[in-house]
């Protein structure tokens, strides 16, 4: 049964997760308090158009929707039914995601975090900035501040949903057998920018995720709803063509007009822009038990991924989805946490590694004739079957049904089945005449 | 060519590589400066027989060889020649470590401890006890302590030996783009202890490793100068049969008494000492780069592993010798960082994973008939081709002119075709008339 008295719960961390898990406890008739270590972000300047942009998919909506708010992010919201394909020609090459109207959306993350904030607020969940949390007491469930001031120790519970480089975690992390792990990537990356056009038009596909593929490196593009597009290059930090390679202007300029000439071409102040910015890295962190007594981490506190599924943010709304699913049933939180972190550990492990397995789909296959050929019989395959074989792509970022785990495992099959299919002589023309069935029931 | 002018340089931590990395620091001619955590232990009373021993192989005494202390050091060893097998019934199976005169030394941690110190000090080295380092600053290549004191910022460099919770590390830890992992196994110790007789005599084989192998846990025993044996149970924390199903003092006698009757009789007060020690874990920590700027980790500090190969502290004394090695040629204390930690990194990775591996064949295996079977063969293969084949545990212990990498690649083509020999019919009675040069040639 739920708890049948108001609990007073702390939420370390005011971002997407934090946000939103608040909403959800404030409309169970909990008392919802939120530290968050930055000032408030609504009563700062925003830089516009310029605002990180993130790609927003099923899981993320219905979580959003559960809530009563995916209308309302929907509306600033841009669907993007495919990718977009740029080769260094120029060519352009377009793969849909998935079926006639299957699309994922491009928002502005901090627009996003905005409506969150104002609709937990409005619900009575009090937001406390500027709070920098040192370390967590889970013995009296309470934090200890930087500034050396300790909470009031009432709460009832603690849940830290304070990202990648979580205090609560590091209080976690020096208790007796905690599992952690932080691991990056050699590449690193870069944020520049394609502006509207002078008749405030976009200057490329506006319904379309723009790549620049180029086998050890690439190029994405996310449009904005002031009809510009973020570009993000992800590119080695060392090596013999790398961020520490590109030294001069000079350097930068030639590799970026001969690597990626049509959207270089449009890019607004790419080479000062390239060279001011610092390289952001790119961790994978998974850590196990996410609880002790009566605290918990949630979102990227206890798994951040890379971002080449476009699936960081949405695994944590689906964090605050199951966790408060599991609430109607509960009433002692310990036990609430731990069948937390045993459902959903596997998935978000499996979620990790789909993350970085797409890094090299994206940057590498999406600009191979072959991969793209899979692609296509495997979206006749859905087309035929649409239950019996549902493309990895889809179950991930279409089919909130479908566990993380269970996509991976399920993804790892086909893979199998669709190498053998590979082989086959004259695929390329003969494709259509395989026996659609005999692959189906392979799997 | 070596540094030319007399260099001043912190260590970390005053333990065992700590210690010894300071004498031969000291013997180059460098200032040496070591801060160590704890008390000075020389001037503590120390627990006589009970102090924790280790096992001290090859690689190890040829470290204490190059400072001129592997005599003294020898002097106060007691030699392990194999390990004596205890099964439930109390039969006794003994199996060589090697070839005849090659044997691995228990010796007490302390005492070794204490004769690095005291050898470091008269080399001039200055021990600096009660010294809590907080923190690291890696740009002025300095310490801050917990009394919030920085130390003299005149360091040439600094190097962190202060073990699997290294402060150093953790100032590393959260520097960018720093890989980092600490994963605890299932299993913790306890540590237990069968006194010398009435008459003061060894009350177990003096001359051997004891090992109760009970499948998923285990008991050993190593012997102590003062013909006791310090007894350690490594057991599961958690399960059907384990640290925490054992609640009562009749539990604990009843599993102790059936799983290990002849130490079990033997042991001085086992029930009380089970119930009032805690159960201590047991950790891999991997990490890199080991080094920034003029600080470098070496060590338990930078490649903590589980200790069933009994190569922790030895891994630790090798990180010394080759880093003194590499000092001929030094001078330039980033570039000999950079390269010490790639020639040394595979070689803690390989140890690291023959030491989870090995307690499978400690605790399991040695019990089986098979395995022994395959020893032998293994034995009589390197006796007819002693440098084509050298069973797996000689490369790790007796030979330190083979990389831990090395030993484990080569261990791992030996097991393979190891497998295809066991597979032979009646190999129980006609493995003596193998073709043993088609086998060596395998590999």
Redesign the interface.
């Known amino acids: 049964m739920p708890f049948d008295k108001k609990q007073h719960i702390a939420i370390a961390g005011g971002g997407l997760v934090g946000s939103l898990l608040s909403i959800y406890l404030a409309q169970r008739g909990h008392r919802v308090s939120v530290f968050e270590r930055r000032a408030d972000m609504r009563k700062q300047q925003t830089d516009g158009g310029r605002s990180i942009n993130l790609a927003l998919s099923n899981r993320g909506i219905r979580a959003l929707d559960e809530v009563g708010l995916s209308a309302e992010i929907k509306k600033a919201a841009i669907p993007m039914h495919g990718r977009m394909m740029h080769d260094r020609a120029g060519k352009l090459t377009f793969q849909p995601y998935g079926k006639e109207g299957q699309f994922i959306n491009s928002i502005s993350r901090s627009n996003l975090n905005v409506v969150l904030m104002n609709k937990a607020e409005s619900q009575g969940v009090e937001f406390h900035f500027n709070q920098r949390i040192a370390s967590v007491d889970f013995e009296k469930t309470a934090f200890v501040f930087q500034s050396g001031e300790k909470s009031e120790d009432k709460f009832d519970a603690i849940i830290g949903a304070d990202g990648a ?1 979580s205090a609560v975690r590091g209080s976690l ?2 208790t ?9 990537i050699a590449h690193g990356y870069k944020e520049l920018h394609i502006p509207a056009s002078a008749t405030d038009d976009f200057q490329l596909e506006k319904n379309a995720l723009h790549i620049w593929p180029r086998e050890s490196f690439m190029l994405i593009a996310l449009p904005n709803p002031d009809a510009s597009f973020t570009c993000t290059l992800f590119f080695p ?1 060392e090596g013999p063509l790398s961020f520490a390679s590109l030294k001069t202007e000079k350097d930068i300029e030639e590799f970026m007009k001969g690597t990626f000439p049509d959207a270089f071409s449009l890019m607004d102040n790419p080479i000062s822009l390239f060279k001011s910015s610092p390289a952001s ?1 790119l961790v994978t962190v998974k850590c196990f038990p996410w609880t002790k007594n009566r605290t918990l981490l949630i979102g990227d506190a206890a798994h951040a991924i890379v971002p080449f599924y476009g699936q960081g943010m949405i695994a944590g709304f689906e964090d605050c989805r199951i966790f408060n699913g599991l609430l109607d049933k509960a009433d002692d939180w310990p036990e609430l946490f731990s069948a937390f972190q045993s459902l959903r550990k596997p998935d978000t492990d499996a979620i990790a590694q789909l993350a970085l397995d797409n890094f090299i789909e994206m940057r590498d296959l999406v600009g191979d004739p072959g991969f793209l050929l899979r692609k296509k019989i495997e979206a006749k395959l859905h087309q035929l079957y649409p239950d019996r074989w549902v493309p990895l792509y889809t179950m991930v970022t279409f089919r909130d049904d479908i566990r993380y785990s269970e996509a991976l495992s399920i993804g790892r099959r086909q893979k199998k089945i669709m190498d053998d299919v590979m082989q086959t002589d004259d695929i390329e023309n003969m494709w259509e005449h395989l026996n659609f069935e005999a692959i189906v029931n392979k799997l």
């Open positions: 480089f992390q020096i007796d057998r905690f599992d952690y792990s932080q691991e990056y930090f890295s």
